[in-house]
């Protein structure tokens, strides 16, 4: 049974549990929060309130996500009491002098990380903001400074934008949350970066990726769970292409939820799973929904949250509920909703689910086939402005105008204008890279580009200083340098004319009086028995040349009709 408390004006939930005490507090900021200039902030935030604990007997730990940042501990109460009265300590005076290591930490944990095979589909459906920040690396790190950090505490890490929640017998005696005051931070609402759905974009070789957004209910919950059984039986179990298949649930605080769902095969096979995940999909999208596998999800989900009541697993949830203003539910008030899941409100999810999907297909393949757009990876058009050539290629420039600047390589054009520019990337050397709030990007070499460090300096002066987000030093041998180019092929002239119609007049008399030569001769070996052996040898001589000379004849009449 959750219990509400408040600590210090902060709301607390309380819930007894079967397991070690722990308590986590949470507050209403996450990626989506960030700015792409600003992206990496929150989390730097998180490792430095951390930082003071060290090498500690009890467990405890903090996370960043897409809307929320909470700090867990494990523990005694004791214990409790000494993290999170630290942890609030931390966020009013952030120890400052770990600044410049804390920013090298997250660096290397970024690099050692990796991409998802999921991580494209946030950046593909919202662009360069809100829920698509996930998929961006933390760009802003560089160019942070403490009044950053301080700013960003003041608005976030504060007493009416925070959440607690203890599982355990009662509050521990001694806790105090002393937080800045301030406001509750609604979540951001999402942005789209897909004018048509269902889509698809091409990822890589050996993976088929989908997610959707729909209304956040049980019955979205239950499909997730009827989509995973059926995609494991159909790639896995029937046709053996799959070895991973997996879905995934995500609540969101503005009332919606994402579905993800994921199969792996090997790259030789990925044709055939794309076309399996398409089946899979249209079943959902016509409503064929099995009763049977509706009451097999209901009843596993069931069984799962009666396990996480007992251990107070439940709890951050609902803390999370708080956040955003959601009604934090009893155990028999969630699996009541659970249980009143009909078929057919699943295989209402489903039709909603498919009609908004986006799919990423294995790398070289496509779903237009199958009804689904191709998601835009390039601009429609080019700003007006002035053109620089590039150095190195003869069919790349870039435009640079009052508007925005693009880059055109070939049939490719990529356009940020800047009054829809999420941020511009800026290093020493005077390189750039704007992106849109779509997700395009332009990169600038101002090296590659006649006068390109004149338009570097043009440009920033039109880009709003909150935007820059500021790179590292590149080492010399990274910042390219123009290709010299290639020296030019010895053009051959053609002949003219006048001169086929001059070889037309010589080699013509040659192959007929070589040729009726070379017969006359060729008779009178076969007629006369004397010196039969030299006339052969005469005649196959005049053949020869005859033939040399029809050969030249046929290409000069060649060249004469296609000039």
């Not at 069931?302 to 934090?328: I, K, M, W, Y």
């Amino acid at each position: 049974m959750i219990t509400r408390r408040e600590v210090d004006g902060v709301p607390t939930l309380l819930a007894p549990t079967s397991g070690p005490m722990h308590a986590g507090l949470a507050f209403r900021v996450g990626f989506a929060d960030e700015p792409l200039a600003k992206r990496g902030i929150t989390h730097l935030i998180e490792h430095l309130a951390l930082y003071s604990f060290g090498v500690a007997d009890y467990h405890y730990n903090g996370a960043t996500g897409v809307e929320y940042t909470y700090f867990h501990m494990r523990g005694s109460e004791a214990d409790i009491v000494r993290f999170l009265n630290g942890v609030c300590a931390s966020l009013i005076d952030l120890p400052m002098q770990r600044l410049a290591v804390e920013k090298e930490i997250l660096r290397t944990e970024q690099n050692g990380r990796g991409e998802g095979p999921t991580d494209g589909l946030a950046l593909w459906r919202h662009g360069a903001r809100d829920y698509g920040m996930p998929s961006y690396p933390e760009w802003g790190l560089t160019g942070f400074t403490p009044d950053d950090l301080r700013a960003w505490v003041a608005r976030w890490f504060t007493t009416e934008n925070a959440a607690l929640w203890i599982a355990g017998p009662d509050v521990p005696a001694g806790l105090r949350l002393t937080l800045p005051r301030g406001e509750r931070r609604p979540v951001p609402a999402a942005s789209s970066a897909l004018p048509v759905r269902p889509a698809y974009f091409p990822g890589p070789a050996n993976v088929v990726a989908w997610n959707t957004v729909v209304p956040r209910q049980p019955a979205a919950a239950v499909f997730g769970g009827v989509l995973e059984r059926a995609l494991f039986r159909s790639l896995r179990q029937e046709s053996g292409l799959s070895s991973t298949v997996q879905t995934d649930y995500d609540p969101r605080g503005d009332g919606s939820a994402v579905l993800t769902a994921l199969a792996d095969a090997l790259p030789e096979k990925q044709d055939a799973l794309l076309g399996g995940f398409v089946d899979v999909l249209a079943t959902a999208r016509v409503g064929r929904i099995d009763p049977a596998e509706v009451a097999a999800v209901v009843r596993q989900r069931c069984e799962d949250l009666v396990r996480a009541e007992e251990v107070g697993a439940r709890l951050p949830g609902q803390a999370f509920n708080l956040l955003t203003g959601r009604p934090v539910q009893s155990l028999d008030e969630v699996l009541a909703e659970l249980r009143a899941v009909t078929r057919e409100d699943v295989a209402e999810v489903g039709r909603a689910a498919v009609a908004e999907g986006l799919l990423m297909t294995p790398e070289r393949t496509t779903a237009d086939w199958a009804g689904y757009a191709e998601a835009p990876h390039n601009s429609p058009k080019a700003v007006q402005g002035t053109v620089y050539p590039s150095l190195e290629r003869p069919d790349w420039r870039l435009i640079a105008g009052e508007q925005g600047v693009s880059s055109i390589d070939g049939e490719s054009t990529a356009t940020v204008r800047f009054d829809h520019c999420a941020a511009v990337l800026v290093w020493p050397d005077g390189a750039r890279r704007f992106v849109g709030d779509d997700g395009i990007q332009v990169h600038i070499e101002p090296t590659l580009f006649g006068s390109g460090h004149a338009v570097v300096a043009a440009l920033d002066a039109r880009v709003r200083p909150e935007l820059r987000a500021t790179m590292p030093a590149r080492d010399p041998s990274r910042i390219p340098v123009p290709r010299p180019p290639a020296a030019p092929v010895p053009v051959v002239p053609e002949p003219s004319r006048a001169s086929m119609i001059v070889l037309l007049v010589v080699l013509i008399p040659v192959l007929v009086l070589c040729g009726g030569f070379g017969l006359l001769m060729g008779v009178d070996a076969i007629v006369e028995a004397e010196d039969r052996g030299y006339a052969i040898g005469i005649a196959l001589f005049s053949l020869g040349l005859a033939a040399g000379a029809g050969y030249g004849v046929l290409q000069a009449v060649r060249r004469l009709r296609s000039s």
